[in-house]
């Protein structure tokens, strides 16, 4: 956000949009973001090794059981009888003997008193051990009195007589042995207890127990899901971590302080006071000149123009826009800044009258439609800040989306707006006498500017007054500012570089003392500066000059490289294993440079800054030296809060550094920045990645941004767009998976785009050591962008994951990354089916099969009888309902364009097989390959073949613009199937036949070609019937991505 310093100093900032109104969408602005030479050739070099080595195919894998026992739960008696029982009381009869046995003061000697007791357990997953109590200890009623049963409720007539706690015996230590949900796992005596039949027990058990049990005899069934509860440890195989991983060596890192933050006598209290100075004494100083797409100045904004307008503007806002006794605003509301990206101007007006009338500003986007992606986000910030009033140009205004009524359009989740112009001509002139009130720099809020999270939740930052002041002072020494210098304010990426080879020749930057690159904290960002380094040093550009910075909104500028001493040399860059940053080490490449990582600093830490890295999970521990963490920043120039969110503003405002025992260090609060990186050596800052890109993915770490750069790095230019590639993760089986989505270029095919896509996952898994999950192709245009042009995210993730993508090209790889799959089901000699599934149940296991419902039940219907096989089902129906539609083919609109009725399926099924016969002159059981886009021709052909005997063999049509790649498919399945015939369309017999087809494939060795378009009015003789119900109904062929066709007979 452009803000002044206490000096006249002239700043630029050029138009990137022709539109008056709309934010300026930068599309493929950032193109080369990702680009770098050095990893493109890495990139090249580890495809053309992976040629090299054979190609793993994925092993076939058996379905396996997902039940799990563990050794303990495992050990189940035989069967004594059948299941009688319902679940609950089998799960109350277990916890009851669980309450029991931890319970007894001394169980091996209460055990070695008893008395075999005779009677057996009707329960069908075991007998429990059981004897008759001779001592006079403990009654068992007190034991069950006070013995709590986990998880289920005892009825209130037992607990209302039970004995007081007194009674209760000592509490006794169990044998090391397992216990089986509540059973000894050496018991294998009589049962102790009737409980599910109500037989009565031995008559020396007390009166209270027998009272239990009639209550527990009918119990309350317990919610389905408590019968299946996933145990995560025990149900997944957790790969084990690799011995020889990296692991930090270095000592505990000391937090790190920048230079102190220098005294200036004249510095004004407050930025008010800045302006108030500057405008009143040097009132015809140029501030702010803007510059449109061809580089001239279109306006200047001097000091005095600024102070008189952000005055006239203030005034409004607190005294125009309501009554006096009911005004519309009042210092401390916050206020919705709605600005384009081209006006600079009037977003400075507004930004500084709202600072002059102590409301605090929230500036936002342009909204271009009513259901912009993360829209609703930000109508739930609006909300939550309590905004009713946006200020806006008149130009904004008339572009934003109107109703019918000429009404702007209510935003997805916004709350009700009153829109406000700025304009000065809509403005009212304060009184001579009227002054704002303007007090020396406080913690109360300047203003918000909100942050997206990983999420897509929308939080708003809120900077104090004092933060603000102190940024500009920390800004204006480290860059060493000062009067009347000129600072050029660019937000295209690499726009002068793109502006290079027009008309910008006789350019000459010998006086550029400094460029800052504001996306230094891009890993990548190194290779852009080369770039911008070698086409600009013969127009004077100073390699020194070059200052990469890093910032995040939470801690606003981190740090900032210092312009070099000319001669001296430049700072050293560090080349990282991309595999120790995956383990959160920093380790020096030397094994293959094609996975290497070449990051630049972005200098030191702000003056008057601390800076201190931690662990990015748990507390906030120290990290080593050698260790990759969140950078933290103490200093008064960052963010106070998340605006309305005290819990999450505790977690990351207010974080105090722990050492590796936990113990505090220091007392001074720091700020999370969200950025990832580490300090080296002479006190030089380093980032690798940001905390909303990472992905751990089983236990190692990686950077959404690497992997978008090696995607790219794989030819992209003729499949997909640069700057439209999306990396996020999802959770599948309790881990993480790698999903990668681009915008597909219109003119691809899709045989390069399998190519790319074939390459891109063989790179990822070269360089990155990891597998991605998915790799989906989407037409182009169709991600959802945010309002500067880019992809938004999270929107994104959420489309996949709602299944509303519709990618026109998908790649799921899960054998290659889920690798945690179910343990095997343990095989348990001697015990029965219904102890198994019993005890199960009862342990809240998962069951190792499922069965649906018994089709035998219809079997006795006598129309079931009568018609056993599909065609005899069609020719009743045919009969029965000849005008009941069976299907309805629709177009992409949703438009019905044609239906097929019982009898008119049975008709043409019928003059299908008639033409089988005649024309093709095949018996039953030949095949016959039917090729046919999905619809109803494809369904009568099938039922043609059934008429007459014959067996059906569908296959993808082959596609006209592609026949090279998809034709020898075809003509595989129509050899290793044997077909006699083909069956097809007369657009697909002349593709076969034509000279592109030609050059594929051999033409003249196809069998008999029929086309269905035509067909003669021809009833069949006889409708063929299947001896048996086992003769084969039709084949399916299936080819892999590996080219492996496979098929299937039914």
Not at 249 to 266: A, D, I, S, Y
Not at 866 to 878: M, N, P, S
Not at 999 to 1022: E, F, N, S
Request: charge should be positive.
């Amino acid at each position: 956000m452009p803000v002044p310093s206490a000096a006249p100093a002239s700043a630029a900032s050029s138009s990137s949009s022709s539109s008056k109104f709309h934010r300026a969408r930068s599309g493929g602005a950032r193109d080369e973001r990702y680009r770098s030479d050095i990893h493109t050739e890495a990139v090249q070099a580890a495809l053309a090794k992976h040629k090299e080595q054979k190609m793993a195919l994925p092993m076939p894998t058996k379905r396996r059981s997902t039940f799990v026992q563990s050794p303990a739960d495992a050990c189940t008696p035989p069967d004594t009888s059948s299941a009688s029982e319902d679940e609950g009381s089998l799960r109350r009869q277990a916890a009851l003997s669980a309450a029991l046995h931890q319970s007894l003061q001394n169980a091996e000697s209460w055990i070695n008193r008893s008395v075999q007791g005779s009677s057996t357990s009707s329960s069908a997953s075991s007998t429990l051990s059981h004897g008759e109590g001779k001592g006079t200890s403990g009654s068992l009623a007190d034991v069950f009195a006070n013995t709590r049963i986990e998880s289920f409720s005892v009825p209130p007539d037992v607990t209302a007589t039970t004995s007081t706690p007194s009674a209760r015996p000592a509490a006794i230590d169990l044998p090391p042995s397992g216990i089986v949900k509540g059973m000894h796992k050496g018991s294998n005596r009589s049962s102790l207890m009737d409980t599910a039949d109500g037989v009565p027990v031995s008559s020396r058990v007390s009166t209270k127990i027998q009272q239990l049990l009639n209550t527990l005899k009918r119990p309350k069934r317990p919610p389905l899901k408590e019968f299946f509860v996933d145990d995560f440890e025990e149900i997944v195989e957790v790969p084990q971590p690799d011995p020889n991983q990296p692991k930090p060596e270095g000592r505990q890192m000391t937090p790190v302080k920048g230079e102190p933050l220098g005294v200036v006598c004249n510095w004004p209290p407050a930025l008010e006071a800045a302006l108030q100075r500057w405008g009143t004494t040097q009132a015809k100083c140029p501030c702010l000149t803007a510059l449109d797409v061809t580089g001239k100045p279109i306006y200047t904004l001097t000091y005095g123009k600024l102070w008189s307008r952000s005055l006239k503007l203030a005034y409004t806002l607190l005294n125009k826009l309501g009554t006096k006794n009911e005004p519309v605003l009042k210092p401390g509301d916050r206020v919705a800044l709605v600005y384009p990206n081209n006006d600079p101007v009037m977003f400075m007006v507004a930004f500084y009258g709202c600072l002059l009338a102590e409301v605090i500003p929230v500036p936002i986007e342009v909204p271009l439609t009513r259901k912009d992606a993360g829209g609703q986000q930000i109508g739930f910030l609006l909300g939550s800040c309590g905004i009713a009033l946006a200020l806006t140009t008149e130009v904004c205004l008339k572009g934003l989306p109107k109703t019918q009524n000429g009404e702007i359009v209510q935003f997805k989740g916004w709350p009700r707006l009153k829109w406000v112009v700025t304009d000065s001509k809509y403005l009212s002139k304060s009184p001579k006498d009227w002054q704002p009130n303007i007090s020396a720099a406080g913690t109360e809020p300047a203003y918000i500017e909100y942050k997206t999270s990983k999420e897509g939740s929308v939080m708003g930052v809120t900077v104090s007054r004092v933060a603000m002041l102190a940024h500009c002072q920390a800004l204006s020494q480290a860059c060493n500012y000062s009067e009347a210098k000129v600072a050029l304010v660019k937000c295209r990426d690499l726009h002068w570089a793109m502006m290079a080879h027009r008309d910008q020749r006789d350019v000459s930057l010998s006086s550029l003392r400094m460029l800052i690159v504001t996306d230094g904290a891009n890993p990548w960002s190194v290779s852009s500066c080369d770039a911008f380094l070698s086409l600009f040093q013969s127009h004077g550009l100073k390699p020194e000059a070059i200052c990469p910075c890093a910032t995040s909104p939470e801690a606003m500028t981190v740090a900032i490289r210092r312009p070099g001493v000319p001669g001296a040399p430049l700072p050293g860059r560090a080349i990282l294993s991309m595999n120790g940053l995956s383990f959160g080490v920093i380790r020096v490449n030397t094994e293959d440079k094609n996975s290497a990582l070449t990051v630049q600093d972005v200098g030191h830490v702000m003056p008057g800054g601390m800076m201190c890295i931690v662990k990015p999970d748990g507390p906030p521990q120290l990290c080593k030296t050698d260790e990759i963490g969140e950078i933290c920043v103490s200093s008064r120039a960052g963010g106070m809060m998340y605006y309305g969110l005290a819990g999450v503003t505790k977690n990351t405002f207010e974080v105090i550094p722990v050492n590796s025992s936990g113990s505090p260090v220091g007392e001074v609060p720091f700020v999370r920045s969200g950025l990832l990186g580490f300090v080296g050596p002479g006190s030089l800052v380093f980032v690798v990645g940001k905390m909303d890109g990472l992905l751990t993915v089983s236990g190692r770490r990686h950077n959404a941004d690497d992997i978008v750069a090696t995607g790219l790095a794989v030819e992209s230019i003729k499949t997909v767009y640069r700057g439209r590639i999306a990396v996020f993760s999802v959770s599948v089986f309790y881990d993480e998976r790698i999903v990668v989505v681009a915008e597909q270029r219109p003119d691809a095919s899709e045989e390069d785009s399998f190519q790319w896509m074939s390459r891109v996952l063989q790179a990822i898994d070269s360089i990155h050591q990891v597998g991605v999950y998915c790799l989906a192709l989407v037409p182009a245009n169709t991600l959802p962008k945010t309002p500067l042009g880019g992809i938004h995210i999270s929107q994104t993730k959420q489309h996949f994951l709602e299944g509303s993508l519709h990618p026109c090209n998908i790649l799921m790889c899960p054998h290659t990354c889920v690798t945690n799959l179910p343990k095997p089901r343990q095989k348990q000699p001697g015990v029965g089916p219904a102890s198994v599934m019993v005890g199960n149940l009862v342990a809240g296991k998962r069951i190792a099969q499922a069965s649906g419902r018994d089709l035998g039940q219809i079997e006795d219907n006598d129309l079931v009888k009568k018609h056993q096989f599909l065609t005899e089902v069609l020719q009743w129906r045919a009969q029965a309902t000849p005008d009941h539609p069976l299907f309805l083919l629709l177009n992409a609109k949703g438009t019905t364009v044609c239906t097929a009725t019982c009898l008119q399926l049975h008709k043409k099924a019928e003059r299908i097989a008639s033409v089988l016969c005649d024309k093709g002159h095949l018996n039953a059981g030949d095949n016959v390959v039917l090729l046919y886009p999905p619809g109803i021709e494809l369904i009568t052909a099938f039922y043609g073949c059934l008429y007459s005997g014959c067996v059906p063999v569908t296959v993808r049509p082959p596609h006209a613009q592609s026949l090279a790649a998809t034709l020898p498919t075809v003509r595989m399945i129509v050899e290793v199937s044997k077909a006699a015939c083909i069956l097809t369309t007369q657009t697909l017999m002349r593709l076969l036949k034509s000279r592109e087809a030609a050059g594929a494939v051999d033409v003249k060795t196809w069998p008999t070609i029929i086309d269905t378009d035509d067909l003669p009015r021809k009833r069949l003789a006889q409708i063929y019937k299947p001896p048996t119900p086992e003769m084969l109904a039709y084949l399916d062929f299936s080819v892999s991505t590996t080219g492996m066709l496979t098929g299937v007979k039914v």
